[in-house]
C-alpha cells in the first residue's frame, strides 16, 4: 500500500546551528573482514561494508533452495492469475544478509538483534530502489527440508501466503544460509514504483544531484525529502539535489521521493545517505 506523505509534519524544516571548529575525518572503509559474533556494523557504512564482506566470503548459502522458492512463488502467482516478480540483486542481498545473521547469532524475526528492519536492509544495500511497499516471509525449519518442504512451510502461515499473492509487489530477493542442522529462510517481496537514474553514493560529500525515474503513466514526481531515524525532516525539495551539511557526521539521512497521484501525494522509499 503506497505511504500517504504527511504534509502538516513535514512543513517544518530543522534549524541548523553554524558549524563551528575543525571537521571530523570521514570514517575509514573497514579492511573488509566479517565478524557476526555482535551482528554487523553500527552505522551504515560500517553494516553495508561487513555485508558486503560477509556474503562474499560465505559458503552457508543454499542457492539451489533460493531458486526453487523464487521458480515455485512465480508459479503460485501465475495460478492466482497474477505477474510475476522480478528477482532483484539487491533484494537477494538483503534477504542473505538477514539470514546469515540469524544462523550466525541463532534467532528468529523480521529485525535483527539491533532493531534493524527488512526496509533498512533495502535502503543500505539497493543504492536506487524507490518503493512504496516491503513485506518479507522469515522461517527456520531442518537443514535436511527439500525445497518443497521450504516453500509449504512458507505457505503454512496465512501472512506469509498472502506476501506470496499480493497483487502489488513486483521484485523479490531470497536468502537460506544453514547453519546448526537449520536452514534459516527469508524472502523479501517488494513494490518497486521507480528508481535513480545512477546508483546515489553510500556517502556524500557537497552538493549531490539525482534524478528519480517512476513510473510516469501513475505517477507525477512532487519533490523529496531526506529523514533522520527519527523521521524528522533535515531537507527538501523539488529540486533534486541535496547537500550533506544537512546531515550530521555521525548520522544517515533516508532519501524519500514524493509523488502525486490524482490529487493525493505519496512517498517512495530511497537510499540511506551519510555524511
Known amino acids: 500500500m503506497l505511504q500517504k506523505y504527511d504534509r502538516l509534519r513535514a512543513s ?8 563551528g571548529g575543525a571537521f571530523l575525518a570521514l570514517p575509514a572503509h573497514a579492511a573488509g573482514g566479517c ?20 556474503l562474499a566470503t560465505s559458503d552457508a548459502f543454499a542457492a539451489d533452495h533460493e531458486t526453487a522458492v523464487f521458480e515455485k512463488t512465480n508459479a503460485a502467482r501465475a495460478k492466482a492469475g497474477l505477474e510475476p516478480l522480478e528477482r532483484r540483486a539487491s533484494l537477494d542481498q538483503a534477504a542473505r ?10 534467532y528468529a524475526g523480521h529485525s535483527d538483534l539491533e532493531g534493524r528492519s527488512h526496509v533498512y536492509r533495502m535502503r543500505a544495500l539497493d543504492r536506487q530502489v524507490l518503493a512504496s511497499a516491503t513485506g518479507a516471509n522469515v522461517v527456520v525449519l531442518d537443514a535436511k527440508s527439500s525445497a518443497d518442504e521450504v516453500f509449504d512451510m512458507i505457505r503454512s502461515d496465512a501472512a506469509n501466503r498472502d506476501n506470496l499473492t499480493r497483487d502489488g509487489f513486483n521484485a523479490t530477493g531470497l536468502g537460506i544460509a544453514e547453519a546448526d542442522g537449520r536452514l534459516y529462510v527469508v524472502q523479501m517481496l517488494t ?25 510516469e503513466d501513475l505517477f507525477r514526481t512532487a519533490g523529496w525529502n531526506l529523514t533522520n531515524a527519527d523521521g524528522r525532516r533535515l531537507a527538501g525539495g523539488s529540486l533534486m539535489r541535496m547537500h550533506s551539511d544537512s546531515i550530521d557526521f555521525d548520522d544517515a539521512a533516508y532519501l524519500d521521493v514524493l509523488v502525486e497521484l ?12 551519510s555524511r
Open 12 to 19: 517544518t524544516l530543522l534549524a541548523f546551528a553554524a558549524a
Open 97 to 106: 544478509a538477514h539470514a546469515l545473521d540469524m544462523a550466525e547469532r541463532n
Open 191 to 215: 513494490t518497486v514504483d521507480g528508481e535513480l537514474e545512477t546508483p546515489l553514493p553510500l556517502q556524500i560529500a557537497g552538493a549531490t544531484s539525482f534524478s528519480p525515474k517512476v513510473n
Open 262 to 273: 490524482d490529487t493525493d501525494t505519496y512517498v517512495l522509499k530511497g537510499p540511506i545517505v
Open 35 to 54: 565478524d557476526l559474533s555482535n551482528g554487523y556494523g553500527d552505522n551504515v557504512v560500517s553494516y553495508v561494508q561487513e555485508v558486503e564482506a560477509c
